[in-house]
């Protein structure tokens, strides 16, 4: 197997994969991103990966290297896991590292193999790839597409990739299936392993690839449900985190993503629900997903709420240009867009930050994991080493990561380092009787403050 592209996608991927027994090789045209892989440094913060890829480059059964043609002779199955980010000049989804990866890899191929796509896309883009690799492929070879979407969350992913908890096929042929079937053979054999069982989804190229997408779509809109009730707990005094329980019991409801807080970032969900809506309405649909621009405008207003909450616990008055905090000093607990991972991609944490420093406030910040991109992010933020060197001398803490670190910190300590014992959690994760036990005001996103 060959997994084109050695971002989150294609390294969880091929790590898990070698784990599960084939003979993988790892593709990405950065070389130095590749010569890092290759000597069993992972570039990503990922439990558990780092040991799998040095385990399986051992093994001899991973490799990696930044040859299309190393990978054309090696590989029946070529995952494509190349990044589909938003393009700068719309919502819809930037398919460039798709074709040239395709049109790259197609004219190097001999024999027959699949083309297996993972990345999340547009629909329609399957099409779009085999007339790529009808053009670029030779024929006589009878390379074949296929669209297998993925759902690993980071910071879960090597779980996920071992033992999903689904797996769609989206085929033309029998023989494209078989070979789907194949390839998640040690999957399928783990689950009988452990008595479980990998329920199989087989469609069209259509079917599969909005499943992903409408998944997203899905999940993203529980979070801003659960968000728009919190403004509504919020005018009335009521508990949104109560509210989320009582609903979560009723189990065509379920309890999970109802987490209120500053709301969806990262790498996936925001760009996809654009994405999908851009899609929608190139097709004439538009009207059916308009709600999801709903979703991406409330989730918007959760971190400029999160300024407001700062000027009002502060005292501080708003003009026509928002609040004004000059000289505020505010410790940030947290940079990256959730727990567990390394990734600041449209963390909503760093946009609140550059919301509070554009209204005069001054802001350092501390993560476990997220320092070193943040810093390339928001290079104008301070950044302490630590919890306490964060909050040393801050007039206010924001808790904007739902890092264990911060839910075990100890409020009474903590209390000894700050000019002023306030404290908003946008993760609603701390426990609130701990910190006014402490002598701290606390205010939480859609929660009475205490
Ligand atoms: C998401 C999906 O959960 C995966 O299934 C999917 O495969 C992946 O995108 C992808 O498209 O590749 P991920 O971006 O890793 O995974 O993160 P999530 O765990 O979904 O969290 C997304 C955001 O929602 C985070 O900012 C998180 O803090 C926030 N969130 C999550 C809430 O605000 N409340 C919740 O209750 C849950």
Request: aromatic share 8%; hydrophobic share 45%.
């Amino acid at each position: 197997m060959a997994f084109l592209g050695c971002g989150y996608l294609g390294t969880t991927y091929a790590v898990c994969f070698a784990e599960l027994g084939y003979d993988v090789v790892g593709m990405d045209v950065n070389a130095e991103k590749v010569a890092k892989l290759a000597a069993g440094d992972l570039p990503i913060h990922e439990p558990g990966l780092e040991a799998l890829l040095r385990r399986n480059l051992d093994s001899g059964r991973l490799r990696f290297t930044t040859s299309y043609e190393d990978i054309a002779e090696f590989a029946d199955v070529h995952f494509i896991c190349v990044g589909t980010p938003q393009r700068p000049d719309s919502d819809a989804a930037d398919l460039s590292q798709v074709e040239t990866c395709v049109t790259d890899l197609a004219p190097h191929l001999r024999r027959k193999a699949l083309i297996l796509g993972k990345s999340t896309v547009p629909v329609g883009t399957a099409e779009w790839v085999e007339t790529l690799v009808q053009r670029h492929a030779p024929p006589e070879a009878g390379v074949e597409v296929a669209w297998s979407p993925e759902f690993l969350q980071e910071g879960f992913a090597v779980e996920d990739v071992l033992r999903p908890n689904r797996v769609v096929f989206g085929v033309k042929s029998d023989w494209a299936r078989d070979m789907l079937y194949a390839v998640h053979k040690g999957v399928f054999e783990l689950a009988a392993v452990e008595d479980r069982e990998v329920p199989v989804v087989v469609g069209d190229f259509a079917t599969a690839e909005l499943v992903k997408v409408a998944a997203n779509a899905f999940l993203a809109t529980k979070i801003s449900f659960i968000n728009a009730m919190a403004d509504l707990c919020e005018a009335t005094g009521g508990d949104v985190t109560l509210l989320a329980r009582a609903i979560g019991y009723d189990d065509r409801i379920g309890p999970k993503f109802l987490r209120a807080g500053v709301g969806f970032g990262g790498g996936c969900l925001p760009k996809d629900i654009r994405a999908f809506v851009a899609r929608a309405e190139e097709l004439g649909v538009g009207d059916s997903l308009r709600f999801l621009h709903e979703v991406d405008r409330v989730n918007a207003r959760r971190r400029t709420k999160v300024v407001q909450m700062v000027a009002e616990m502060c005292g501080r008055t708003s003009g026509p240009n928002g609040p004004d905090l000059s000289g505020l000093r505010v410790a940030i607990l947290g940079v990256t867009f959730k727990a567990n991972s390394d990734d600041v991609r449209d963390s909503p944490a760093l946009s609140v930050a550059r919301k509070l420093m554009r209204a005069g406030a001054v802001v350092t910040a501390y993560d476990p994991e997220g320092m070193i991109p943040a810093k390339n992010v928001v290079p104008d933020a301070a950044y302490a080493k630590s919890v306490n060197e964060a909050l040393a001398g801050a007039d206010l803490v924001c808790v904007l990561t739902a890092w264990e670190e911060f839910r075990h910190a100890d409020p009474a300590a903590l209390a000894e380092l700050v000019s002023h014992r306030r404290i908003i959690d946008g993760t609603n994760s701390v426990d609130p009787t701990l910190w006014t036990g402490a002598g701290w005001t606390y205010r939480g996103m859609g929660r009475p403050s205490i």
